[in-house]
């Protein structure tokens, strides 16, 4: 469309100004948000989903060695190991939640410790693949996708 009167003159800063000063974009993809009710336990992909029949938990791949957290603030219930030798770590949380962690090695925590969200409790074990197992259960034992939790 062409306009009937001729378009204001541009108002244009010369070259060799400075620009006004403006405040720096926030890194969106740094942010996290805050409504998810859990931390991721460890850094990794998932590469196996909950199934209430076959896999009641979700299994996060990991360099050995990297860190595991406490997934909220709580109370370490037990610290044991599997048949197979991989360490467990179970935490117990407000709302008669419970966080079971497979595949630990070298725990920093001890029975009964009190643990804060995102707090480190130990490393992901050696394995081929090294990964940490993750489940959320209540105190009666019922199994809950974790990512319900983690979202």
Do not use: C, W
């Amino acid at each position: 469309p062409s306009a009937k009167k001729p378009l204001p003159d541009e108002k244009t800063e010369a070259s060799g100004t400075k620009p006004k000063d403006t405040p720096a974009s926030p890194d969106l993809g740094a942010e996290k948000t805050t409504s998810a009710k859990m931390v991721m336990p460890a850094a990794g992909k998932i590469i196996r989903g909950y199934d209430r029949k076959s896999n009641q938990g979700i299994d996060i791949a990991a360099p050995a060695g990297t860190a595991v957290k406490a997934a909220e603030a709580g109370t370490v219930s037990v610290i044991s190991a599997d048949t197979n030798g991989k360490g467990i770590v179970i935490i117990r949380h407000a709302g008669d939640l419970l966080t079971v962690y497979v595949g630990v090695s070298g725990a920093t925590v001890a029975k009964g410790a009190k643990v804060t969200r995102g707090q480190a409790i130990g490393k992901v074990a050696a394995g081929d693949p090294a990964f940490l197992h993750f489940e959320v259960r209540n105190t009666s034992k019922e199994s809950f996708d974790p990512m319900t939790y983690l979202q």
